[in-house]
């Protein structure tokens, strides 16, 4: 474990060491400053507009800071040689693989935590109507789908370029959180075999919608049961053990010398 977590903290001072992280962040906040200045004449609403901007700015940039942080951490060290002085100093590829993960998970949580408590501060200046409870719930399942989006990425990272993969996994980040939902809707209305074959796609891929509470959370709905929580927290650290199984077994094959 201490090799693992040596691996890690070196990763999350490597996303704040970088100019990403910071321009997203001013960014984020000028955008907040100038969307809490806005005034509607029904002003019940005006927090809403600016939770679904910063919620909508804080996901995106998170998820495209850990993206290409954790789909760069391979191949950048196999260009510099780094991946070689590891592996020789009895950390095994497993741990590599952990370390690895953790770090870039870890960072991307991080910077999240960051967005979404600028936001929260921004939106208690607008209404004091904000649940505590959904807004932990919120933070906490888009973790666990950043989780599943960094184990994929750092899968991927043992077979593919660093702009490949962030592209390839970033794509399917989006399109299954936006058309995952639609899918077994669509498989119904099919007929023949392309009906069982996009059930089984429905049935394999990872939801990453499941872990979207942005809709909860602005509107001021009840939070959902903890028991549902946690049971999403079991799917995506289950789904992100595959990835990162799959993962090792690619770094296994790789010839490093």
């Given at each position: 474990m201490r090799n693992v977590a040596a691996i890690a903290g070196v990763v999350v001072k490597e996303i704040f060491r970088k100019k990403d992280f910071y321009v997203a962040f001013v960014f984020t906040g000028i955008v907040l400053f100038y969307a809490a200045r806005l005034r509607f004449y029904d002003v019940g609403n005006t927090y809403r507009y600016l939770?679904?901007?910063?919620?909508?700015?804080?996901?995106?940039?998170?998820?495209?800071?850990?993206?290409?942080?954790?789909a760069r951490q391979f191949p950048a060290e196999m260009q510099g040689r780094t991946c070689h002085v590891l592996l020789s100093k009895a950390v095994s590829r497993r741990e590599y693989v952990a370390g690895k993960?953790?770090?870039s998970f870890a960072a991307g949580a991080s910077c999240y935590l960051l967005f979404f408590g600028?936001?929260?501060?921004?939106?208690?200046?607008?209404?004091?109507?904000?649940?505590?409870?959904?807004?932990?719930q919120a933070y906490v399942l888009?973790?666990?789908g950043l989780m599943l989006?960094?184990?994929?990425?750092?899968?991927?990272?043992?077979?593919?370029?660093?702009?490949?993969?962030?592209?390839?996994?970033?794509?399917?980040?989006?399109?299954?959180?936006?058309?995952g939902v639609t899918l077994r809707q669509a498989a119904e209305k099919q007929e023949g075999v392309l009906r069982p074959v996009l059930l089984a796609v429905n049935l394999l891929i990872p939801h990453f919608g499941f872990f979207d509470m942005r809709q909860r959370l602005i509107h001021g709905w009840d939070p959902i049961s903890w028991k549902l929580a946690a049971l999403l927290c079991v799917y995506a650290s289950a789904y992100s053990a595959v990835f990162l199984a799959i993962g090792w077994l690619l770094f296994r094959k790789k010839n490093i010398s």
């Open positions: 939770m679904d901007i910063g919620l909508g700015l804080g996901m995106s940039f998170a998820a495209l800071l850990t993206a290409t942080l954790a993960f953790l770090g600028v936001l929260l501060l921004f939106t208690l200046t607008k209404t004091h109507q904000v649940s505590f409870a959904a807004a932990a888009f973790c666990m989006l960094t184990a994929l990425c750092t899968a991927l990272g043992f077979v593919m370029t660093p702009a490949a993969n962030a592209t390839v996994s970033l794509t399917l980040y989006l399109m299954i959180s936006l058309y």
